[in-house]
């Protein structure tokens, strides 16, 4: 029952990195209407980002380079957007073209992260926290932490969505770009402040990760893009709602059934989800009306 407990709690952990990481590829899919399979890049190269304001060069504190990291990363997703994937989309009016450029894409930015930092594992610069007792549940400082990081950044996007001109922009150019358009919505500016934030989300993702992991290589992204598609197809692809809840089904599963299984086979209960899900409701569990 302890190791029960255990695993609920890192459950938890889990799907907060998930469900930051599942809003941010979910914003960028619901206005541009294509994935972007080398978003587990962008959540590595963001961690590296942290590391290097963390433990190679300034060596600040953790979370003001998780922040200082996270918003470079923001900046770069709209560089390579503008320079690259940009004009790939507007070239070609089929999304398979630009998810070819977006594989490529993953492969370049993998083998610079490599070149850069080599194979080796890399630890972020931090005290190692005592667990706490939350109830049944154990979990550290650290990882109370990323479970509040997690919680204020989805109460900021969804009251985003709900209570801003920019949020309703968004919402609208989700469900009709051209509607948008000729309703007057600067949709450049909107497309461009959606990679800065799904791009700024993947940082966050990605140095939460090293810090839940407790390390970080460039694979670390690419290693966790399956589980994310995963959250997000179940929840529902294009949803943010759905995003949260598939993050927190999903977490929570994979790690659940750690306690059961050979852990090293939890991400396959990501994947049995999935399935099921897609044979039981292809939209997703939490699929917004009128969603395919």
Known sequence: MQLFWLSVGFGFVTASVLAIAAVGLSLQFGITNYVNFAYGDFMALGGFFTYVLNSQVLHINIWIALTMGSLGMGVLAVIINRLILGPFARRFSKSHYVLIVTFGLSLIMLNVEYSIWGAQVRFFNMPI????????????????????????????????????????????????????????????????????????????????????????????????????????????????????????????????????????YKLDIAFVILIVTLLIRPSGLFARPGTA
């Open 129 to 264: 926290s005592a667990a706490l007792h939350i109830g049944p549940l154990l979990l550290t400082r650290n990882q109370l932490i990323v479970m509040a990081v997690a919680v204020v950044l989805m109460v900021a996007v969804h009251t985003m969505l709900k209570t801003t001109r920019l949020g309703k922009s968004m919402r609208a150019m989700s469900d009709n770009t051209t509607l948008a358009m000729t309703s007057g919505i600067d949709t450049k500016r909107i497309t461009t402040i959606t990679w800065f934030l799904s791009g700024t989300l993947a940082g966050v993702a990605g140095t939460v990760l090293g810090i839940s992991e407790g390390n970080l290589t460039p694979a670390s992204g690419e290693l966790f893009l399956f589980v994310i598609f995963a959250a997000v197809i179940v929840g529902g692809v294009g949803s943010i709602y759905g995003a949260m809840a598939g993050a927190i089904l999903i977490g929570l599963a994979t790690e659940i059934s750690a306690a059961f299984i050979n852990p090293s």
